[in-house]
């Protein structure tokens, strides 16, 4: 559709509200051959119930129905893995459901876990997110990957998704980009903070303190995109629990786990960027009606919405979840975030579609320091962080579990249990790694509102999770 | 003897003759780090899928003859018509229509520019293209879409005109065998089997 009726864009609404109580996730690895995929869900289910103090077992008790994300069945071998994982965890006969769409199929869990909570069918469900990329070698597992473009129009040319994706980049960058070596410095510098930021995260795998320069210097992987431009590969799980608000209040009493309100809303757009139709931008209640009407002579070759250079169904996703919660501007209301990072040009494209800078002016975000725990530029700090988990490119990529990992990483921020939780030496030395001399705590001070954006490959499915204290809401009846 | 397997369509039904999968041994995986005790076993496989192109059969059947297919929305009741599509859609994506095939050959000779391209030295498993791919997005005067497809010749440049050629010698019958060179580009400059 180029144009949409009252109806489509209609602002959600939860029939009753929804909480998140706790998360957990397992170790994040590029490949993890000592452990079955169920193995790593069984980890990040107990890690949720010893933030509650509650055993798996106690836990268990109040769960009434189960969401898995698992994209690819095709690297798992294994159709119906939902149900070994849902017997493992011992939830049998309980109802479950397995859901997919791409990169935001962590997202997309969530969204569908707390519309059941939202309905009244389930006062307490499990999301659960996996993926298993390590058990193929790397062209197979491109080749795979690929299998999420268009099989006749697109998989055969190369086999290797990152093409399909690196047009749009190729676009923004000759567009809004400008093609300038300062803007290709812009983006190394989101690299080099999410590696960064990735070093004190225990459960990440991309740790590294690198340079502007060793980005710029890293292989070409399709222009301008080198490879510390990328996301990572992961194996992993990561799982929370949304409950109704009298299950919420019973299993987070005399806990250190406030629970936070969630709201999860969602956006698509064409699996081939090919079909994308010119249109309006949809805006968000931060934008002026005549706001872009001189985009296209700023940016020569900005004419076309969202064109190669925007990701449409993201800017849905925050349409309705801006309207849902009442937010009217992100970077004023909220302490914190975690975007989809697949890479640097596309966390610079997520600014502009939920509405942290207008179209065109993304890179703003990184070079006013805004971004950053602590602004670089005047050490006070950053006006609204993002990825201090590390993100895909410093902390992990494992695909379903994705979209839940940004949540249990914001979820530690509202609980105020960040460094809690991420410094504590002993799960340093249970995952195998050193923790850092330099380990820095990065909980955001007084963080009440959060925001994360789960995305599909080229932006056919994303989703905005957004959490609140539930005594620092926008809107009374959201 | 094997036979690669082939596939008629008889009488509605698929016919297959021919091998679709081989047999290989599974072997184990080792921990070299740790005794060499057993960690899994590959399990490998080699299989044939059959697809159908359905209602874009003509399309590409159209290319191994030279000819470029585009779709158009003739729906007097649409809020789309007159939208002319490619890639090829069946159906009109608002009104549900099915499109009318139109030939868009002479647009592409003469009005087709590089909307976006990506020059990829790398591939997944089972590609066919050379590397590195010079992936191109081809925008056409009139087209409400934008056609995803690879630069035989030359080196890319958003703007730049190209004009069409194709695999007919031999055609792969997928959407390889339709590709763009610079415009201007001679006939006898074009590889081996490709022609205008």
Known sequence: MITFSERQLKTPKFMRPVYLVTAGQSKYARAIPEKRTEELCVDALTMAAELLGLTPAELKRYIHSCYYGHFADHFGDQLLGEAVIHDRLGLDPLGNIGIKSGGATGGSTLWEAAKAVASGYSDCVLAMGWERMDEVPTDEGNFLIASAADRDWESPMGQIYTGYYAVMAQKYWQVFGKAEASFRRTLAEISVKHHGYGRFNPFAHGGMEITVDDVLMSPLVADPLRALDCCLMSVGAACAVLCDEATAMELTKDTKNRPLRIWVTAGSHTLRPADRRNMDIPLLPNEAPDQYKDLAKEFPGGERYPGFTGFLAARMAAYYGYRMTGITDPTEDLDVIELHDAFTISDVQTYEDIGVRPYGRGRDYVESGDCYHTNPHTGKPGKLPSNLSGGLIGCMHAVGASGIMQVFEIATQLWGRWAEIHGDKKRWEEFGREKPEDWTDLQVKGAKRALSISHAGVGSHVTATILMDPDHLLKKDA | ?196
């Open chain 2, 1 to 196: 003897m094997s036979s690669y397997g082939q596939v008629q369509v008889k009488n509605g039904r698929y016919k297959f003759r021919g091998d679709f999968h081989r047999l290989e041994q599974h072997m184990p995986i080792r921990d070299a780090d740790n005794g060499w005790r057993l960690v899994g076993v590959t399990k490998p496989r080699d299989m044939t899928y059959v697809h159908t192109y359905g209602g874009e059969a003509e399309f590409f059947e159209a290319l191994s003859q030279g000819k470029l297919l585009a779709t158009k929305c003739d729906n007097p009741a649409c809020e789309s018509k007159g939208s002319i599509f490619q890639p090829f859609r069946i159906h009109c994506p608002d009104c549900l229509a099915k499109n009318v095939v139109i030939d868009m050959t002479d647009v592409a000779k003469k009005k087709a520019t590089i909307h976006t391209f990506m020059v990829c030295a790398r591939s997944g498993a089972f590609n066919m293209l050379d590397k590195p791919i010079r992936f191109i997005n081809v925008e056409f005067e009139g087209v409400s879409t934008i056609l995803f497809s690879y630069l035989l010749l030359g080196e890319p440049q958003i703007g730049m005109r190209v004009a069409p050629v194709f695999k007919r010698y031999n055609p792969t019958y997928t959407i390889l065998d339709l590709s763009w060179v610079p415009a201007g580009t001679k006939a006898e400059e074009l590889p081996e089997g490709y022609s205008f």
